[in-house]
């Protein structure tokens, strides 16, 4: 076969497609800029720039749908990265630059960039979509921690990630997902654990002991019921997971507790709680 065969037929049609979306994605990029030049030389006041820049993004979250509706995944794909490469980067510069955003609106924010991301995901079946979402919001999250010095919102945001990625391995059997962002929650509640008896720093007890107790209950409690509910046969991210919620959640919320004399009686009727379901566990089986 000689090299001019090699570049014909499907193979240079799908070089050709590449290209053709590299390019136009980093047309829509250009797009994006522009309104921060704008923005930035103020020929456009801050607010209505950002509000601008996220209409702009929301669009191609909207043909992203659209292209994979018509069955031209690639296309949808290609569009929901633009989504993110315009929403993601316009968030952390309202929270950091402008401070339109706190570090609990940003969280926020980010929950609803990455909502509507796997949102399209899921209803299109575009895996590829879902780990750019899934990767862009992990990496978002931390940025946002390193520059607004407050790590309980995004560590909120980690655990309500991560039991949405675990759904979509029960569901999508997109099971590959839920493991990034469950080792990234647990490290962050690790390092919040102790932020949170530190003298000087944002994050409270309180908040500390919230996100510890929601990832304990939250993951543990999706375990159960896809065991007992969905007759389901436990997994290895299953007792990996567990493990880890109880030392991370259960210990540092005891460690936080200990420590600061705050939360004990939230703490107990946790735990109680958590015990009874996992004797009903036991006894289930």
């Known amino acids: 076969m000689t090299r001019e065969a090699d570049l014909t037929g499907p193979w240079k049609t799908d070089l050709a497609t590449i290209v053709a979306l590299v390019g136009r994605t980093l047309l829509v990029i250009a797009g994006a800029y522009l309104l921060r030049a704008l923005t930035d030389s103020d020929i456009l006041a801050a607010t209505p720039g950002a509000l601008l820049g996220l209409v702009f993004g929301l669009t191609w979250a909207v043909m992203a749908d659209r292209a994979a509706a018509r069955g031209r995944k690639l296309d949808g794909t290609f569009h929901g990265v633009a989504f993110l490469l315009i929403t993601l980067p316009l968030l952390f510069e309202a929270t950091t630059r402008f401070h339109f955003l706190d570090a ?52 909120l ?39 949170a008896v530190t003298s000087g720093v944002n994050d409270a ?77 036991a006894i289930a089986f």
């Open 157 to 195: 945001f980690l655990v309500l990630l991560g039991v949405a990625t675990l759904w979509l391995g029960y569901v999508r059997e997109w099971t590959l997902l839920r493991w990034p962002v469950a080792l990234l929650a647990d490290l962050t509640i690790v390092v919040l654990s102790g932020r």
């Open 104 to 155: 609990w609106a940003a969280a926020a924010g980010l929950a609803g960039c990455t909502g509507v991301a796997l949102a399209v995901a899921i209803r299109r079946h575009l895996l590829g979509f879902a780990w750019c979402t899934t990767l862009g919001a992990l990496g978002t999250a931390v940025a946002l921690t390193l520059f607004t010095a407050e790590l309980g919102p995004c560590a």
């Open 205 to 281: 007890p309180g908040v500390a002991l919230t996100v510890q107790i929601l990832l304990l209950v939250a993951y543990l409690g999706s375990f159960a019921t896809r065991t007992l509910y969905l007759n389901r046969d436990v997994i290895p991210f299953e007792v990996v997971q567990s493990i880890a919620a109880i030392v991370v959640g259960l210990g540092g919320a005891a460690y936080v507790t200990r420590t600061t004399d705050v939360g004990a009686l939230s703490l107990g009727l946790a735990t109680l709680a958590l015990a009874a379901g996992s004797y009903g566990v």
